[in-house]
């Protein structure tokens, strides 16, 4: 399974984002998909996830009602999305693409880091004032 992000960058406050996450491989095995953020010195958080049916998301509260997560299916895998409006510097962090295999036995909740066992590389984002 290969994650790939796209989409990072640098904006001003108020502005907005859009990443995207192609996965591709054995895709078919994942059940889970999200973004999570980790600044430097700090532990990665999860930001928001999704069942790859796409019939629920779980945002986390600081994000709640700014960024929105979605998901694509097509034959040559999933699309993950994150579009994120008004962001705040806050929001400075790089952002990584994660997706959790059926097969997995861990589970430290939907937003848990550790729940997760396949990742991206991560895209910068960076918010000025």
């Known amino acids: 399974l290969q994650l790939v992000e796209s989409g990072g960058g640098s904006v001003q406050a108020g502005g907005s984002l859009r990443l995207s996450c192609a996965a591709s491989?054995?895709?078919?095995?994942?059940?889970?998909m999200g973004w999570f953020r980790q600044d430097p010195g700090k532990e990665r958080e999860g930001v928001a996830v999704?069942?790859?049916?796409?019939?629920?998301?779980?945002?986390a509260d600081s994000v709640m009602g700014r960024f929105t997560i979605t998901i694509s299916r097509d034959n040559a895998g999933n699309t993950l999305y994150l579009q994120m409006n008004s962001l705040n510097p806050e929001d400075t962090a790089m952002y990584y693409c994660?997706?959790?295999?059926?097969?997995?036995?861990?589970?430290?909740?939907?937003?848990?880091?550790?729940?997760?066992?396949?990742w991206g590389q991560g895209t910068q984002v960076t918010v000025s004032s």
């Open positions: 994660a997706a959790r295999e059926a097969s997995s036995g861990s589970w430290y909740g939907v937003l848990g880091p550790r729940s997760y066992n396949s």
């Open positions: 491989g054995y895709s078919y095995q994942i059940n889970w």
């Open positions: 999704l069942p790859t049916s796409g019939r629920r998301t779980e945002y």
